[in-house]
């Protein structure tokens, strides 16, 4: 992984080679990787999500023309347009950028052009939340730009800005959590968010001798295939046949009572994973690796037959990452392939890691990747020179 100052230093370079500009500002946002509470956000529930050190740069200068001008690192295509006419009919890698833009003008947040160039160490397609790193790292960037503190109330327009580019703009029906820790994660902790309430707040994880192991599969998955919105849409259908407002609010008992089998075994695996969210808090509190090695392996059994968003490359790797040493490993984020997560000694991260590199190459895989999710602070913006430092008070 590149460091965050060659990150940044690439970006500014970058934006001054292609534009000729000179940053003002850099936003910064971070992956995620959750450690349980999967599919809950749409749901109501409770989600337990850690941002990663892995993170997008966007450096940004102001321009008064109202001409935006962006591009990536990551993508070969440049994106024009002019503010006032942005809107969410944006297609390819520019939802995720330009139509946070839309969001931010329509908010009354950013009235005018600019440039910019997106840097990023987020693995793309691993289900570690590439594109709401993006989304808000843009968000910052731009609010930056346009002079703004990024106080409480500007954190929540930045979350609503992803959310809306995210679901409106890409069409991916997501439920919010990544954009969520991306901006309200702190270093050091994991972020518990109740998507019933709102609330969010801090959990330190004191992991001592143990770290956060992701192994991206690199079987890379989609959130605009269809998978995503059939499994929302059935769990929808499970808490209106219920006459429910959400599945936060069903018991284990209702949701058997339902008739249709998948959309049983759907409600069933959101209910399960709710209620396993609370006892990881716990248990990463305590050091009751034990206890974490249950819940995960619970979750994972959950996703993989209730949920069916497991593939064979999540389930080799889960077995195989416990097998070897890990107290307990699930496959996390959206499913259909990406990551899995692992709570580990120190060390046995390699021994870990080979054995999984191991297991893929004796079934034929193609060789995973791994990183550790050192917990990181959520998006912040930085003004240049560097000497200046915005962010939430905390």
Known sequence: MLEPTDLTARAIEALRTTFGAEATVVGRAPGRVNLIGEHTDYNAGLVLPVALPHATYAAAAPRTDGVIRITSGQEPEPFTGHIDELGPEIEGWAAYVAGVLWTLREAGLVTDGLDMHLESSVPLGAGLSSSASVECATAVAALGVAGRTLDEDLQRAVVAAGIRAETEVAKAPTGGMDQSVAVFAEAGGALLIDFDSGAHRNVPLALGERTILVTDTRVKHQLTDGGYASRRAQCEKAAADLGLRSLREATLDQVESLGDEVVRRRARHI????????????????????????????????????????VPELDLAVATAVGAGADGARMTGGGFGGSIVSILPLDAVDSVSAAIDKAFAEAGYGAPGHLIASPSAGAMFTELPFDKLRTSPR
């Open 271 to 310: 209910v399960t994973e709710i209620a396993r969210v609370e006892p990881t808090v716990s248990a990463l509190g305590s050091g009751d690796w034990a206890a974490i090695g249950d819940l995960f392996a619970a979750s994972h059994a959950s996703m993989r037959d209730d949920f069916e968003i497991s």
